[in-house]
């Protein structure tokens, strides 16, 4: 269990997602499920950023950035030892992932799903 759950703290999450609407509502969300976000950030650059010089305790990655993938983002979380997870609209067999063991949630998803897949990294 990490230090935010055993202290009492609320969990911190990065959100990096690209689209505005999307980005909104997933923190509304996570914020409403007693989570601290950090961001959302629309890029790989402001994550890496935000990945030096803020805690977090997991975070969700948008697969695809207006054509730049978030790899080097879940890299950097691995090195951290921060669980990470993705969202996309690719189908997860296309995807690499898989094999690493990361969650991925397929766009279109419910607040359920989203929380489930948060729930999981934080190992609740």
């Known amino acids: 269990?990490?230090?935010a759950t055993t202290s009492g703290a609320?969990?911190?999450i990065l959100l990096l997602e690209d689209e505005m609407l999307p980005a909104l509502v997933v923190e509304g969300v996570l914020s409403?499920?007693?989570y601290d976000v950090v961001g959302p950030v629309p890029n790989v650059e402001q994550a890496l950023e935000?990945?030096?010089?803020?805690?977090?305790d997991a975070a969700i990655l948008d697969l695809n950035?207006?054509?730049?993938f978030s790899y080097d983002v879940g890299n950097r979380?691995?090195?951290l030892g921060i669980p990470w997870g993705v969202t996309t609209g690719y189908e997860p067999q296309t995807l690499d992932l898989a094999a690493r063991?990361?969650?991925i949630l397929v766009k279109p998803f419910t607040e359920a799903q989203l929380l489930a897949m948060v729930a999981g990294l934080l190992g609740r």
């Open 1 to 3: 269990m990490n230090n």
């Open 10 to 12: 609320r969990p911190t």
């Open 32 to 34: 409403d499920a007693g």
């Open 50 to 56: 935000l990945l030096r010089g803020s805690r977090v």
């Open 65 to 68: 950035l207006h054509g730049t």
């Open 77 to 79: 979380c691995d090195a």
């Open 101 to 103: 063991d990361i969650p």
